[in-house]
């Protein structure tokens, strides 16, 4: 059975509503899914009355940024419940946050670099998450400020991983770090709301370090997502293997943020990746 459990819409950093992420995906023949927007839960009625019309089975999800000590990292959390209060004050701080960092190395920039664009505006579009590839697009929607990003990282065709390299992860201006959550505050709303806490990508930014997999199983941790695009097949074997080891369940997902437009033939990961339940140890634990 195709699932995917990690999917991002407009209420975060992805590209389509989740009524229109549900519609693309359902072409794709996915049974079982899960909106896993950025530090929001706001999509997720939308997205399941989508999914409920398209025979589509929706599964509760959030992705966090967490640290645990000196370690960030990224986490996906399923089947909670998505109506509690505590949970709404966590993220709304985290969303808090976000948003005043954003604003200030936003102003850093445009007086740097003598941007025409309107921060306040620009930044109170987003009332949820506040996604970096989204302020990308603001800026160079307008030519002038295109023509400024273009010249300062030197380049007539940036990638949009180039311009925020260069722009929002300089720290001449301030980095624009992402709103992390301690774990103990997580693991605490979660003795309360249920769920699954699964360690997601963690081939992603890097090597896989089985002391800090031990930490997380210690303190409570359900799983780790096995099949991400993000993954080699090397990295996907030995999460495999590691799941074993720790007793985890295993997850997959695609990430999908948007169609990638361009020439290109590849378009998203549905052209070249798919997910199937029968490869995910233990997954009917969080599908069930």
């Not at 769920?195 to 799983?223: A, V």
Request: hydrophobic share 35%.
């Amino acid at each position: 059975m195709r699932i995917d459990l990690q999917l991002h819409s407009t209420y975060s950093d992805g590209y389509l509503a989740p009524s229109e992420l549900v519609k693309f995906i359902a072409k794709q023949g996915i049974k079982v899914a899960a909106l896993t927007d950025h530090n929001t839960i706001s999509g997720v009625n939308e997205f399941q009355m989508a999914c409920h019309k398209n025979k589509i089975k929706p599964i509760i999800g959030l992705e966090l940024y967490a640290k645990l000590n000196g370690e960030k990292f990224n986490l996906l959390w399923f089947n909670f419940n998505h109506n509690d209060p505590d949970l709404h004050s966590l993220l709304v701080e985290s969303q808090i946050r976000r948003r005043r960092r954003a604003r200030t190395i936003l102003n850093k920039i445009k007086t740097k670099l003598g941007l025409h664009l309107n921060v306040d505006n620009t930044i109170d579009r987003y009332n949820h998450y506040v996604p970096i590839n989204h302020l990308v697009d603001d800026i160079l929607k307008n030519p002038k400020d295109r023509a400024i990003i273009y010249r300062q990282i030197k380049s007539k065709e940036p990638r949009e991983h180039d311009v925020i390299n260069e722009i929002f992860q300089n720290r001449e201006y301030g980095v624009l770090k992402e709103s992390y959550i301690r774990i103990d505050r997580i693991l605490k709303v979660r003795e309360k709301i249920g769920g699954q806490l699964i360690l997601n990508h963690p081939g992603k930014y890097g090597h896989i370090k089985e002391s800090f997999l031990e930490k997380l199983k210690t303190i409570g941790f359900d799983g780790i997502e096995t099949l991400s695009p993000h993954h080699s097949i090397g990295a996907i074997m030995y999460i495999q293997q590691l799941a074993r080891r720790f007793d985890f369940i295993e997850t997959g997902g695609s990430d999908f943020h948007r169609f990638e437009g361009g020439k290109g033939l590849l378009q998203s990961y549905a052209d070249y990746f798919c997910i199937d339940s029968k490869n995910l140890r233990s997954i009917k634990k969080i599908i069930k």
